[in-house]
């Protein structure tokens, strides 16, 4: 093999059917983060552009999706060698078009990122079919690796990554900071904001900034009427949620199901010990009474009932509100510390090395 093919970069497409919306203005901004940050490769990045919260765009969103890739990737003299799809299932089918008709030489490599899996069991006919094109997966956490019922030999767990300029954030000991408690994500069922709206008689005369957009927001806004110090602000840049993690004594996560959670390792880079219900992504992040606290949502397989959960994440809020000084910085560390692992630049570097051995 001659110094050029050594030195050559492998051309990687990154295809996902993430992309923003108004309802959600930074939906799969993580994956444009992975591109940004594989830059020295020049990646070419397939995503949702046309994604509206209209009935028009739920019923055609696919077909143009699927059109849109044929027009750009499909009709080109450049060929891609490693297909990098971003949420399996139906991305996957554009991968296999284009090895089909473009490059059947083309390695596959699939990051799963939780629904994909979690909505998809038992795996249906065309589902497990697809699988066996993959070379390559990639899971956001071990326990979401571990719900995989089929052949994955080949496999990396791995964070989708935080920005780096989340490190840059400076440490504030607890009476310094002015948020009681931050909720940072979708408002929606899934993501437990029944149940932030069910703690709220707890948190009166607690600071508490909720951001984000979602179909409960309205619902949301209604609830808070009765708590002056409750503040729910629209979806945030990347700086100002920094801004906003640096400030929190805690973040809360009161998700249902989740595979990995970037918020939680967001605000741990940011010095803010995490609260979060049990999930595949809090309990690969979290160590109670280490980086934050887990509150079980099941008690020997049984689930707990929403009262007891409320309860439970009342005294784990207790806790951490408690902590002395050097306690709470201690946990302040101890969550930086484990975020490290999780930002972008450290992810995009093990994706490079991942590409360069297919």
């Known amino acids: 093999m001659d110094s050029k093919t050594l030195n050559s970069k492998p051309s990687v497409l990154i295809i996902t059917n993430m992309g923003p919306k108004p309802a959600a203005p ?88 939780g629904s994909d899996i979690y909505k998809y069991q038992p795996p249906g006919f065309w589902y497990r079919w697809c699988a066996t094109k993959v070379q390559h997966w990639i899971f956001t956490s071990r326990a979401l690796q571990n719900r995989f019922s089929l052949d994955c030999r ?48 707890y948190l009166k005369g607690k600071k508490v900034v909720i951001a984000g957009m979602g179909p409960m927001l309205k619902q949301l806004n209604q609830a808070v009427t009765p708590y002056p110090d409750v503040r729910i602000l629209g979806p945030q ?50 160590r ?22 409320i309860a439970e994440l009342q005294s784990a809020l207790s806790k951490v509100w408690q902590l002395s000084p050097a306690r709470y910085q201690q946990m302040q560390l101890a969550a930086r510390a484990w975020a490290e692992q999780c930002l972008v630049s450290d992810v995009a570097a093990k994706l490079i090395n991942l590409y360069q051995e297919m």
Not at 290 to 296: D, I, K, M, R, T
């Open 154 to 201: 080949q496999s990396t767990v791995l964070s989708a990554g935080i920005a780096d300029s989340f490190a840059s954030s400076e440490q504030l000991d607890f009476s310094s900071k002015t948020i009681d408690l931050l909720y940072v994500g979708s408002l929606d069922h899934n993501k437990g904001i029944d149940r932030l709206i069910a703690l709220l008689p």
């Open 26 to 113: 930074f939906q799969g901004l993580f994956v444009r983060q992975q591109v940004d940050a594989l830059a020295s490769l020049q990646p070419g990045y397939h995503f949702m552009r046309w994604h509206t919260d209209s009935r028009l765009n739920r019923l055609l969103k696919y077909p143009v999706f699927f059109a849109d890739f044929v027009w750009r990737f499909l009709f080109t003299r450049h060929k891609y060698m490693i297909l990098h799809v971003h949420f399996f299932y139906p991305t996957i089918w554009l991968a296999l078009l284009y090895k089909a008709l473009r490059n059947p030489a083309a390695k596959i490599v699939v990051t799963c990122h």
């Open 288 to 309: 109670s009474d280490e980086n934050g606290f887990l509150v079980a949502q099941n008690s020997e397989q049984t689930p707990l009932n929403e009262q007891q959960l």
């Open 237 to 286: 840049t990347a700086n100002e949620l920094a801004g906003l993690y640096q400030q929190a004594r805690c973040f809360i996560s009161l998700s249902r199901n989740e595979s990995f959670g970037l918020v939680m390792a967001e605000a741990m880079a940011c010095y803010t010990p995490v609260v979060a219900t049990f999930t595949d992504g809090a309990a690969a992040q979290l």
